[in-house]
């Protein structure tokens, strides 16, 4: 077993060859059979090295797919959210082992929270998921970023990881792992994780050099997760909690010599608990039951006190959710699956914010799904239904009102794929769906509007797939062009007053768009060199109002070119990465003008990485391991903005050493 | 072909490594060209200038200067980041703008700043630092500026400047007084919650309190309902009068806003935007009597010219779910409403700053979405004569 070999921060997925097959959540000890093939296969997908010794967020590893736009507000502690085909990041379900990560509140996921630590894959799916016993909210959400932890598995009956990591941003983060087997087909596996980062670093603002203050964090994850196997199928239980304590450094802005950009602090705790039991009844009859409850808890102050400039906000936030998920699948021909997953969740919000309304909402989301999977031709189709009931209290009203509750949708999806010739394989799709508009859309006391409906995406796209080997070759390439349109989008507008804006379905954007991605591979002898290159166009045209001045224009923060390099050598014990990513010319407005131009970057990361296998321990056949590994991100310093007023770092770096038994 | 793409690639990542931002050396105001505007209806007695102050997004940093430059009839765009480069741009959110002899005064709410330029050139003169500040008025000796200050902190500043925080609960806001020679703050009096708008009357301000954030903080979430009159000379509180109930009202007259001081009758205008729900926005007045009077109700956005003010506004103000707004105009001239037929309006998403030069001509600003660069439109004898694209929320005017 080539276990202490590791691949560099991130092994791309170079075994994915086309006749590879999905690894699917069902049973991993089970032989996948025809019938489990996805008919769309994800449009990217990292294989993380369980022993990989620097870990990144899960937000830097989604920034090198085609088609991803990480919103990233810099540092740490800073918000990232993901962008895929310019949908916005409401219409990206987060999903970790098939469960919903989501938030009720924005319907925004920060990935900057995610270590991928422990994690084995993440996947990107641009258009359809397409597995077996899914969730009926994978069928219903526009685009997806699959996440998934990774399966312990120790020949001695346990095993675990210590690492130590720090670096410049004054970053410390320790970790550790152990994995038990308790019983056979029983695994017991906890972690815990602690970051602290000081979050100051040097930008220029015009003449001068400042510092970015008060974008310090202290998070701490702590998880514990029982894995069961057992005839037929199996079963996983994963308690989850992180709690994190950072400060938001706010835009860089004019302000009068000695008032801070902002004193803004907030503090986390989020638990869950989820669980899922797949089980295959005979041969004919699998199922997919999957419970979770999350609590989250939120307090955001602004420190009035240190900054005279900001509102007095001292406010607390708990968010509660239950979910519940039961997935059918019916094999009627070896060829032929037809899947019922019904899903039902409650969600609720509480806070002190004023006049606030105390929402609940009860989501019933359920799909209808058929697969046919034949050698050279496959094809899915479902049909989903989303059906939405809000209660919220009014503040005239006093008691539980229920004025413009109800929200529902349907939501059709047709994929196809041929595979021509080995080499060679064409697939298409086309689905709607519809995100539900946020608790703050509806009822964030000084914008909400209570009567929105969902926003509506519309996609459509297909790829073209080629992979090929000669001798020590080997050559993929993917090109997909695609097209969607957002409708009835949610778009916060001004009313007669500036202190009272009220969010609108007006919204109408359409995006055009092609994704090119190449990789080609070499291995020889200890030799294993990787080049990946990928480019993606995307037109993203704001057709709000016919008439407007800016019709027609790109959306904010949507370059029209962008791409990156990624070179992965390997030799021996040593492995080298080099990643270079380009981003061209955005506007942070819809109007394109020269205000409002966000210049182009491009930035370059580099690591290096060292493997020495030690002698093993007494009464251990597999011998530990300890890992080096030193990473320079943006090396030539670059000083660049995602988000206007939030500079990014210059360059930087974090070294780590792991010890894995 | 994939060669191909690959080496593009690289040439891409060559060109655009590390873009470095050339800060563009400073401009002279009189070198600055930009939209050539029709200012005839002005005849030969126009003004020097018309100075319009965009307010920019909260945190975007984007507030801006116009000039319309009667000299050569230029629609000038972001002139103050043009003549003083290095000072980063006007600042985050323009709040107020005034000609005060031959300088202008800006008060850059978000940046805490109060900039004074020189009306003649737009070069820098001062840049006074005053937490959060709001509205202006001035007299001989000293300009006022309202702050929200209070609002979040009571503080004071020391000898180095810098600022002491001594409290931070819930306090009241404060009028800044700065001196017009030395631009120097000169001490502070304590008003209501939030103040905006302020009138400078027979040695009396009169300042509105808004109450805008008191009403979301616990446990009142209440909006101020107040005038404070300050004695200026010995710039003391002197009376704060409460204004919820008008005569004959049957709505509480909350959240104030403007202050007009009509020096011929002696009457304080003040409008009130309302809490968002059943208490509507109005322009009322207060009588030499004390008593206080509606006006009208629905005031978004007024001006006034000698004894009149100019309103807009529309029923609808409070409907959230309203995609277009049907908006009227009207003057108040002391006693009676006089409708203004003015077509434009129903073009306009949100009109948003008005300014009048006389009766006859006057400016109109629409805010559009917020967001994007708005517009403001020139109006003579009720007709558009034309309409140039402005910064983000073009919302108020100075006239030199």
């Known amino acids: 077993m080539r276990r202490g070999i590791t691949a560099l921060i991130i ?83 987060v999903f970790l082992d098939g469960i919903q990560i989501d938030n009720a509140q924005n319907m925004q996921v920060d990935l900057g929270r995610f270590s991928t630590d422990g994690l084995q894959s993440v996947s990107l799916y641009n258009g359809q998921k397409t597995g077996r016993l899914q969730t009926a909210k994978e069928y219903a959400s526009g685009a997806a970023v699959h996440l998934r932890t990774a399966q312990p598995v120790h020949p001695d009956g346990s095993g675990g990881r210590v690492r130590l990591r720090g670096g410049t941003l004054g970053t410390v983060n320790p970790s550790v792992q152990w994995d038990k087997d308790l019983l056979p087909g029983l695994t017991l596996r906890t972690s815990a994780e602690f970051l602290y980062s000081s979050g100051r670093y040097r930008f220029p603002y015009f003449d001068t050099t400042l510092v ?110 239950g979910y519940a998920s039961l997935a059918q699948s019916v094999t009627i021909m070896d060829w032929w699956t037809a899947d019922l997953s019904t899903d039902v969740q409650y969600n609720t919000l509480a806070s002190d914010v004023g006049q606030f309304v105390s929402p609940r909402r009860t989501t019933f989301t359920g ?30 009203a006093g008691g539980w009102s229920r004025q413009n509750a109800w929200r529902d ?193 491009s930035i370059t990361d580099v690591s290096l990485q060292r493997t020495v296998t030690l002698p093993p321990l007494r009464r251990r056949t597999v011998p530990p391991s300890l890992v080096f590994s030193i990473r320079c991100n943006n090396l030539f310093n670059c000083h660049y903005q995602i988000v206007q007023g939030y500079p990014m770092p210059g360059i930087n770096g974090v070294a780590a050493a792991t010890f894995l038994w | 072909m994939k060669k191909a793409f690959l080496l593009l690639l690289c040439g891409a990542l060559a060109f655009s490594a590390c873009d470095k931002n050339n800060p563009e050396g400073g401009v002279k105001e009189s070198d600055l060209t930009g939209e050539t505007v029709d200012l005839s209806e002005f005849g030969y007695t126009g003004p020097r200038k018309i100075f319009i102050l965009n307010e920019g997004q909260k945190g975007a940093n984007n507030a801006s200067l116009d000039v319309i430059r009667f000299s050569d009839k230029q629609y000038l765009s972001g002139v103050f980041k043009k003549v003083n480069p290095g000072a980063g741009g ?150 704060t009068i409460d204004v919820v109930d008008v005569e004959g009202g049957t709505r509480r007259v909350v959240n104030l806003k403007d202050v007009y001081v009509e020096p011929f ?36 956005v007024s001006a006034r010219y000698f004894n009149e003010i100019y309103c807009i506004g529309t029923e609808q103000e409070f409907d959230w779910s309203a995609t277009s707004k049907d908006w009227s105009a009207w003057s108040w001239s002391g006693n009676h409403k006089v409708p203004l037929f003015y077509s434009f309006l129903k073009d306009m998403a949100v009109p948003y700053g008005l300014c009048l030069y006389n009766d006859r001509i006057l400016f109109l600003s629409d805010a559009g979405d917020y967001f994007n660069p708005g517009t403001v439109t020139m109006i003579a004898n009720g007709e558009k004569v034309w309409t140039v694209t402005a910064g983000v929320c073009p919302g108020h005017f100075a006239i030199w």
């Open chain 2, 90 to 239: 006007l600042g985050d959110v323009g709040n107020d703008i005034a000609v005060i002899g031959d300088e202008v005064w800006i008060v850059v709410n978000n940046s805490g700043i109060v900039e004074v330029i020189s009306a003649e050139d737009e070069k820098e003169i001062a840049a006074i630092k005053v937490p959060t500040p709001r509205r202006i008025a001035y007299d001989d000796d000293y300009v006022y500026v309202t702050s929200w200050s209070g609002a979040f902190v009571d503080g004071h500043y020391d000898e180095s400047n810098h600022y002491v925080v001594t409290d931070s609960a819930n306090p009241k806001g404060q009028v800044y007084r700065i001196d017009r020679k030395t631009k120097k703050v000169k001490g502070s009096v304590e008003v209501g919650y939030q103040p905006e708008g302020i009138g400078l009357l027979d040695g009396k301000l009169y300042v509105a309190n808004s109450g805008g954030i008191s009403s979301q903080i616990a446990p009142d979430y209440a909006y101020d309902h107040t005038i404070s009159v300050i004695d200026a000379a010995s710039f003391t509180v002197s009376e």
């Open chain 2, 265 to 300: 009758s002696k009457k304080i205008y003040f409008t009130a935007l309302g809490d968002y729900g059943g208490n509507h926005s109005g322009l009322y007045y207060i009588q030499n009597d004390g008593k206080i009077y509606l006006a009208s109700h629905y005031v978004s």
């Open chain 1, 212 to 321: 970015r203050e008060n974008g310090d964090i202290r998070s701490l994850r702590a998880e514990m997760m029982l894995l069961g196997r057992h005839k037929g199928g199996d079963w996983r239980l994963h308690i989850y909690s992180y709690g994190s304590e950072r400060g938001f450094p706010g835009p860089v802005i004019r302000r009068a010599l000695g008032f801070p950009f902002s004193a803004e602090r907030q503090a986390d705790q989020d638990i869950f608990v989820q669980g899922s039991w797949n089980q295959e009844w005979n041969r004919r009859y699998a199922t997919a039951l999957r419970l979770k409850y999350a609590n989250n808890y939120t307090h955001y102050c602004t420190h009035a006190e240190k900054d005279p400039m900001a509102f007095p906000y001292d406010l607390h936030y708990r968010q509660q959710s």
């Open chain 1, 409 to 601: 949708a349907w939501m059709p999806s047709v994929s196809l794929s041929w595979q021509p010739f080995p080499f060679l394989e064409l697939d298409a799709f086309c689905k709607r769906t519809f995100r539900l508009p946020s608790f703050n859309d509806l009822y964030y006391s000084l914008m909400g509007n209570s009567s929105l409906k969902p926003e509506s995406a519309l996609q459509c796209g297909g790829d073209v797939r080629f992979a090929r080997e000669w001798g020590n070759w080997q050559v993929e390439a993917r090109v997909s062009p695609y097209y969607n349109r957002v409708n009835n989008k949610i778009v916060a507008i001004p009313t007669a007053s500036q202190f009272r804006w009220t969010m609108l379905n007006v919204g109408l954007a359409d995006i055009t768009g092609v994704e090119v991605k190449a990789e080609a591979g070499w291995s020889a002898g200890q030799w294993d060199l990787r080049l990946t290159g990928r480019y993606c166009f995307q037109q993203a045209l704001d057709h709000s109002t016919e008439g407007s001045r800016t019709y027609g224009n790109q959306i904010p923060y949507i370059p029209l070119h962008s791409g990156n390099l990624s070179l992965q050598v390997r030799w021996r014990q040593w492995a080298l990465g080099w990643d270079s990513a380009f981003t061209g010319e955005r506007w942070s407005r819809t109007a394109n003008i020269a205000d409002y131009r966000i210049d182009p970057w």
């Open chain 1, 367 to 396: 799909a209808l799904a058929t697969r046919f999977v034949r050698e050279k031709f496959r094809a899915a189709a479902h049909i989903a239904y989303l059906g939405a009931w809000d209660v919220f209290r009014t503040p005239d």
């Open chain 1, 11 to 93: 092994l791309f997925s170079v075994s994915w060859s086309l006749r590879a097959q999905e690894a699917d959540t069902l049973s991993a000890a089970s032989v996948v059979s025809e019938r489990e093939r996805p008919v769309l296969r994800p449009s990217e997908e990292v294989r993380l090295d369980a022993q990989a010794a620097v870990p990144q967020q899960v937000a830097d590893v989604l920034n090198r797919f085609t088609g991803v736009q990480v919103k990233d507000y810099g540092g740490a502690g800073g918000l990232k959210t993901v962008n895929v085909r310019s949908l916005g990041s409401e219409h990206v379900g």
